[in-house]
């Protein structure tokens, strides 16, 4: 009943936030995509946007689609796998931000494995900063991490961009801490950091700069295990990704006075490279199942196409 490149254009939409990020991430033409949502809004009978000039939001009927859209793509990968007279095989060098430790992932490549038993995926978890770098030297095939939407003034990049990236999804960094933390007046910012290279603790350290907002390092930490640690002891205030903050903590008020550190976005990266056999079908099953690895279901960050 439902065509599956409706139903992609569709999900991409849902994702992205927008008709031109999703044309982008599918390499069709706005105009495509927008035709493909329109018939999948006729074959349903209902409205599954709520548009206008600066956003896309899925409707209640759009929400209920999202879960059937996954169920059927999923079950149709799995049904061409199946039959293809070529099953995927290979290895797959896989990197991924710990920003997804607790989110859906997990369970997204558990179902991967099960569907390409002739794959043999190889996972590393760390820093986006240090994937990149194991990307660029070969040694990883596929990234998923977050990248800045600008350069901050210090020289230090937003993350890498390569024209085959695929955005999964956009978001705001926002400043975090414990449920009870509270700042002390008049004393600099205690912040709660990765070491270098780190794009969080570069955003952090030049947005407080340009405020001129004093600010003094309470805490280094290399694992995602340590800085929550940290944040709950009450230690200091984390720049994180709004939609996947760990339990315990919280986005800071605004009367706190910190200042706004801007827009993140979570990219599936091949670097210089193209995305081909066990590499492509697991950037397909990430980008099927994108909106899963947003723990908390918030709303997605960004404007309309």
Known sequence: MFDPVQLRSFLAVA????FTRAAQRLGLRQSTVSQHVRRLEEATGRRLFHR???T?????????MLGFARSILAAHGQAAAYFADTPVRGRVRFGASED???????QLLRTFRRGHPEVDLELTVGRSALLYEQLADSRLDLVLGKRLLDRPADGTGPGPGYPADRLVWRDRLVWIGAEDYRPEPGRPVPLIVYPPPSLTRSRALDTL????????????SASLSGVRAAALAGLGVVAHAQCMIPPGLRVLPPQFGLPDLGATEFVLS???TTARGPAAALADAILAGGDHLQRLGGPL????G
């Open 15 to 18: 994702q992205t936030g927008g």
């Open 52 to 54: 206008d000039t600066h």
């Open 56 to 64: 896309v939001q899925l409707t209640a009927e759009g929400e209920a």
């Open 100 to 106: 997804f430790v607790l989110t859906e992932l997990p």
């Open 209 to 220: 700069d340009r405020a001129g907002r004093p600010w003094h390092i309470a805490c280094t």
């Open 270 to 272: 091949t670097g210089r």
């Open 301 to 304: 960050w960004g404007g309309g």
